[in-house]
Antibody
Framework: EVQLVESGGGLIQPGGSLRLSCAASGFTVSSNYMSWVRQAPGKGLEWVSVIYSGGSTYYADSVKGRFTISRDNSKNTLYLQMNSLRAEDTAVYYCARGGGGGFDFDYWGQGTLVTVSS | DIQMTQSPSSLSASVGDRVTITCQASQDISNYLNWYQQKPGKAPKLLIY???NLETGVPSRFSGSGSGTDFTFTISSLQPEDIATYYC?????????FGQGTKLEIK
């Protein structure tokens, strides 16, 4: 059974850093496109970043230069390193597996809440 | 970025009704269009991929159609458990972008 379990969210001050983790089971993270998608409170869905099976990475303009996506194949885990956090980064962060098309997100984690506030 | 415009933003319907949501892309996205259902406090769930393909395990009352810039999502007979917010999403170009969502309520 495919499962994605996020962790690492919490309350952080503006300018701070946080690393989110997404532990996968039932499939191999490195064999799929893996994305982070976020949702601000009461708002819609916003794609954040992707790491391709080949290792290439891409980011939304809103996080480029501040966030870094990576994976640890030995742990079958996806990460999102978030630096220079801003109030507008406050959101539930989901990791999501890309299906056959890469960006048809067929499995999602339960989400982890990141709150950026002083 | 490709803009995705969903309508309506909210919708009230009765059990058994046929419900239709539309999604318009700001440019041609071929059939690279997905539909998701999100219930409160839960992660989104993929219902339709590539505009018209039903994800495994999703009830057949859900369907999708369209190509190019105009897409339609339909629930043929609304059930109480279908109360949720629905999102379209394009992935023809990076970044993948979502519509603003359609909140579906029971009348």
């Amino acid at each position: 059974e495919v499962q994605l379990v996020e962790s690492g969210g919490g309350l952080i001050q503006p300018g701070g850093s946080l690393r989110l983790s997404c532990a996968a089971s039932g499939f191999t993270v490195s064999s799929n496109y893996m994305s982070w998608v976020r949702q601000a409170p009461g708002k819609g869905l916003e794609w954040v970043s992707v790491i391709y099976s080949g290792g290439s990475t891409y980011y939304a303009d809103s996080v480029k230069g501040r966030f870094t996506i990576s994976r640890d194949n030995s742990k079958n885990t996806l990460y999102l390193q978030m630096n220079s956090l801003r109030a507008e980064d406050t959101a539930v962060y989901y990791c999501a597996r890309g299906g056959g098309g890469g960006f048809d997100f067929d499995y999602w984690g339960q989400g982890t809440l990141v709150t950026v506030s002083s | 970025d490709i803009q995705m415009t969903q309508s309506p933003s909210s919708l009230s319907a009765s059990v058994g009704d046929r419900v239709t949501i539309t999604c318009q892309a700001s440019q041609d996205i071929s059939n690279y269009l997905n539909w998701y259902q999100q219930k409160p406090g839960k992660a989104p769930k993929l219902l339709i991929y590539d505009a018209s393909n039903l994800e495994t395990g999703v009830p057949s009352r859900f369907s999708g159609s369209g190509s190019g810039t105009d897409f339609t999502f339909t629930i043929s007979s609304l059930q109480p458990e279908d109360i949720a917010t629905y999102y379209c999403q394009q992935y023809d170009n990076l970044p993948p972008t979502f519509g603003q969502g359609t909140k579906l309520e029971i009348k």
